[in-house]
């Protein structure tokens, strides 16, 4: 299952897509966390130091890598260069698993331990001006996207990124690669405005869009968002002393984490999980499809001087059944 953590600049996207990941490795399930938000904490927030998390492989600066991975023998690509954030996979490219190794692992991934469990985490590295733009070739969510898009993840399997809300993810589709989107918003006309934004995007691509409410602290907060966002409003979280202690660099153990916030949790993971049955693999192509046409036409033929829309495989459809046989 796919599942993003998207909302404005300190709403608590890192904190809550790191108690989720916690969450999630506490039951057992494989879980592979990413971090492609502007500002880079999901490592400290998992429990890094500050020095650990800074020596994390960036999979922006191994793009060349997983591309070339990627491309497998995929012959409507011909080579590493000419393939954009958006490139879909067809007949020849390699897929990913969620519980398989395979080199693009080896070269972005690193586990690490929470409470016994292990996860794996992969970070885009830190972003700068010019990754801020609307359809950069080096994009750094872009080495994320590709990834996304050449996935096979199966039930009970994880993937979970921690996202910014901006205007590189709507340019390139990258909001449209996940099961379901948390956008995690504070009680507050800035917080809300986000999500009306990301809804407005979602809604011509069928996006599973829920809100998580964070900070909220009592019935007006609560009043507000439901008045705000109706039944998008999934679940609330309040102040955690739990993570304020984590943020003091003295985590206690997760089971420790306040009940009502580990409900939410739950309850997160329900409304992911309840997403399977409705996963569409056809449409799931078709809209990666969708943006590198997109893509391709806007910036990528000039940039590449190649004819990017040949790269489509007309008859190819990203499935779970391929992960078994291929
Ligand atoms: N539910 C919470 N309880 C306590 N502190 C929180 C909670 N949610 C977020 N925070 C704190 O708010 C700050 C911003 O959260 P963060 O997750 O880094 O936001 P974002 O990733 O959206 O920019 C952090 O210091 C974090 O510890
Ligand atoms: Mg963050």
Redesign the pocket.
């Known amino acids: 299952m796919k599942i993003a953590f998207v ?10 897509s790191s108690l989720f990941i916690r969450h999630l490795a506490a039951t057992g399930a494989p879980v592979i966390a990413v971090d492609a ?1 502007i ?1 880079q ?1 999901l490592g400290p ?1 998992l429990g890094l130091t500050e020095e650990a998390a800074a020596r994390l492989p960036a999979m922006g600066a191994r793009l060349p890598l997983i591309k070339d991975y990627l491309r497998g023998s995929n012959s409507r690509i011909a080579s590493a260069d000419t393939m954009i954030k958006t490139t879909p996979p067809g007949e020849g490219s390699r897929l990913l698993r969620v519980r398989e190794n395979n080199p693009v692992y080896d070269a972005c991934a690193r586990p690490v331990e929470l409470d016994g469990a292990a996860v794996r985490l992969m970070v885009t590295g830190p972003f700068t001006e010019a990754d801020l733009g609307v359809a950069c070739y080096h994009s750094k969510t872009g080495a994320v996207e590709l990834c996304l898009n050449h996935l096979v993840d199966g039930r009970d399997e994880y993937v979970v990124v ?1 996202m910014t809300a901006g205007s590189d993810s709507f340019a390139s589709g990258m909001f449209t690669r996940f099961d379901i989107t948390f956008l ?1 918003a504070e009680p507050t006309r800035k917080g809300v405005s986000v999500y009306r934004q990301y809804k407005e995007y979602a809604r011509d691509f069928g996006i599973a869009l829920k809100v998580v409410g ?2 909220v602290r009592d019935s007006d907060d609560l009043d507000y968002l439901r008045a705000e966002v109706g039944d998008d409003l999934l679940v609330t ?4 002393d739990w ?2 202690a984590m ?1 003091k660099g003295r985590p206690p153990r997760f089971d420790l984490l306040e009940a009502p ?1 580990r409900a939410s949790l739950q309850a997160l993971q329900d409304a992911a999980d309840a997403t399977y049955e409705r996963r569409d693999w056809e449409r799931y192509t078709r809209q990666m499809v969708h943006f590198h046409l997109k893509n391709a036409q806007s910036w990528g033929n000039a940039r590449t001087g190649a004819d990017l829309e040949a790269q489509v495989d007309p008859g190819y459809v990203l499935q779970e059944s391929v992960a078994a046989t291929a």
């Open positions: 909302g404005k600049g300190g709403s608590g996207k890192t904190t809550l938000d500002n904490h927030a921690d995690v964070n900070k979280v309040g102040h955690s993570v304020r943020e916030n």
